[in-house]
Structure formats: C-alpha cells, structure tokens
C-alpha cells in the first residue's frame, strides 16, 4: 500500500490532540515529522503536549520544536479554551523521545527534500512554521503535494467577528501559505463548528475502554466547557477535520474558491476573504471544507480509537 507522506504541525490543544488521534491511527498516512508551534499556550508549552501527545500515541517521527510566537503579531494564548497548561485534563505520559535541534522549518524542509513522494502539511495552528518554511527553503515547495488546514472560514470568525483564531494570530503566516501556489484544504469555521462532539456521544468514546478512549474523553471533558457556557451545543472539535478532509473526504461537503487573507481591515484583519462569484477569474486556490456528516465523524472516531486497543503506556 502506497501511504501519504505528512507532517504534522500544531499547537496542541485538544482538537489538535485528536487530530493526530486520527492521523496516526490511519495506516495510510506516513508521518515524517511532528512539529510545534506557539498559538493555544507558549511555545513551551505546545510543545511538551505535543511531545507527550506522541508518547501517548506511539508516534516515533523526528519531532522539532517550532516558532516562539508570529511572524509579526505579538504572541496571543488561548487559555480560555485549552486551560493553563494549554491541554488541561487528564495526566499525560512524559515525552519519550528526544527533541530534533533542528527548526521546526528545518526539519520539515529536510524531509520534505528526502521524501520520494510530495509530502502533506497537516497544520492544525498559526501557519507560523509553514510560511517559514516557504520563505527560508522555496526550492522545497516543488515537493509539497498538499497543504491541509484547520483555519479560517468563509463566512465568519470566532476569535474576533471577522476571523478565526490560527488566521488571526499570525495573518501574515496565512497568507504567504495562501499565496504559494500550493493546493490548500482549508477546513475552516464553516465545517469545524459543525464538527461537535457533545455529552451525548461520551458514553459510545467510553465503551471503546482503552488508554487513548480514556485520554481523548478527558480532553473532552475539559474542552466542551467552555463551549458550552459559550452557547455552542458541543465542544467544536475543529483540527481534526484537516486530517479527514484528506482521509476520508465523503463525509464533507467541500467547494474550490479563491481565497485570500486580509491584512489591512481594522475589524478584518485576518479574515480568509473567499470569492464565491461564479464569474470570477482569480484562481481557485482553495479547496474549503464547508459541511460535514457529524454522525460519521463520531463512528470514524471510534474506529481510530479502536485501533489503539492493547496500547498502554505509564502515566
Ligand atoms: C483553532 O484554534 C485553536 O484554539 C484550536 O486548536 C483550533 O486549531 C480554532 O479556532
Ligand atoms: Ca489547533
């Protein structure tokens, strides 16, 4: 079987957490590299989750810490949804594994260059690492087949009105990702708000009875607090969908636009701007992820879960 060379580049977070759930249980992805970035909590604390996250998981790729905070933003956190720690709730295992000293745009440049086929950036954060890598290595972009983020939305924000959180921590990261001419899923607002796991689905996660089930069912525990006192009807498990937007793409409903990352607007900054006009020539550089069937996002987590049956490591 011919897998699908990926990285893996977030901010864990608990929605990223479970993205890489997914991503690790799927024998067709190839993980190449884990990486970090600042966005949910600090840099140091992103990446003790992230490490921790592969410990849990089993996932023994080269693992590089990424950028300390924007490109040119001023670092923001987001404690309010992912706690202090940044991935508040059940203890986790200590990382077992060492660090690269490499970048994290180093690293991925290096295995985007030994990769023999083009390789996927999954980004589940501020695309901080990703637009470094582009501007610090462009002769690696020929060997990017995809890159598949969680971010952004076409119709409206969460962290402010007009824009969501990864976009609007670092715009200027989005948008040289938006304009490098490589394929983007954009799995944004539109979809991952529609992703929800909700108390209803804890006791199907809890009957799967392993260490990760246990794992992931704290996590949600924690993360659908605050959603919930927010008004959403569940936890928005938004990163996982830029993971089974490539693995499993008929569970969504998805559309190619043109978009692109405002920089300027007062209220806008950071807004991923889609041109929906049919007569519009500007180029369709967007594949965006715009509904998702929730009940087969429940059973394709099981299923991922499932595959961690007899995993069990000391916490
Ligand atoms: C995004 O922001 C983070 O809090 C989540 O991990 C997700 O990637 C949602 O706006
Ligand atoms: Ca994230």
Known sequence: MKRLPIILDGDPGHDDAIAWVFAKADPRLNILAVTSVAGNQTIEKTTLNARRICALLGIDAPFAKGAVRPLVNPPVTAGNWHGESGLDGPKMPQPDQEMSELTASDLMAKVIRESQDPVTIISTGPLTNTAQLLLIHPEVKENIGRISIMGGGVTHGNWVPAAEFNIWEDPEAAWIV????????????????????????????????????????????????YPMQIGYAGAPVHDPCAVLALTHPEIFQMQDLHVDVELQGELTRGETVADFRSWSDAEKNVTCVLGIDREKYIDLLIDALRTYDGREVPV
Do not use: H
């Not at 607002?189 to 260490?211: S, Y």
């Not at 990760?212 to 607090?225: E, N, Q, S």
């Open 178 to 225: 938006f304009n490098s001419g490589i394929p983007m899923t954009m799995s944004g607002l539109d979809v991952t708000e529609k992703a929800l796991i909700c108390p209803e689905d804890f006791p199907r996660i809890e009957g799967v009875g392993n260490q990760v089930a246990d794992i992931v069912l704290g996590w949600l525990k924690f993360f659908y607090m």
